[in-house]
């Protein structure tokens, strides 16, 4: 699986963006997939995850009630709307295959930055 994640850039605190992530290769429509992001200096972090079918979402408190993060298997795709975005959230934001957790056989995506302005 080879994901590309785009729709990053510079916003301005309380704006939103929304990221995308797709799969040129092969199809995600068998894998829970999931948002990371990793700020500078700081360790990569859990943001939010979707079920193989989109019938149930994770998201991490820091993100809950202002992100959602949804699919369209027919895409090959998975998307995170972010809104009321702070300078917190500034970081480099990776989609991955699988929950969650961080295992050994998962896939990523390049990373795509986003930097929010105060």
């Known amino acids: 699986v080879q994901l590309q994640a785009s729709g990053g850039g510079l916003v301005q605190a309380g704006g939103s963006l929304r990221l995308s992530c797709t799969s040129s290769?092969?199809?995600?429509?068998?894998?829970?997939m999931a948002w990371f992001r990793q700020a500078p200096g700081k360790e990569r972090e859990f943001v939010a995850s979707?079920?193989?079918?989109?019938?149930?979402?994770d998201y991490a408190d820091s993100v809950k009630d202002r992100f959602i993060i949804a699919r369209e298997n027919a895409k090959n795709a998975v998307y995170l709307q972010m809104n009321s975005l702070n300078p917190d959230d500034t970081a480099v934001y990776y989609c991955?295959?699988?929950?969650?957790?961080?295992?050994?056989?998962?896939?990523w995506g390049q990373g795509t930055l986003v930097t929010v302005s105060s």
């Open positions: 979707i079920s193989r079918n989109g019938d149930s979402t």
């Open positions: 991955k295959t699988g929950p969650r957790t961080i295992t050994l056989y998962d896939y």
């Open positions: 290769r092969r199809p995600i429509n068998n894998y829970i």
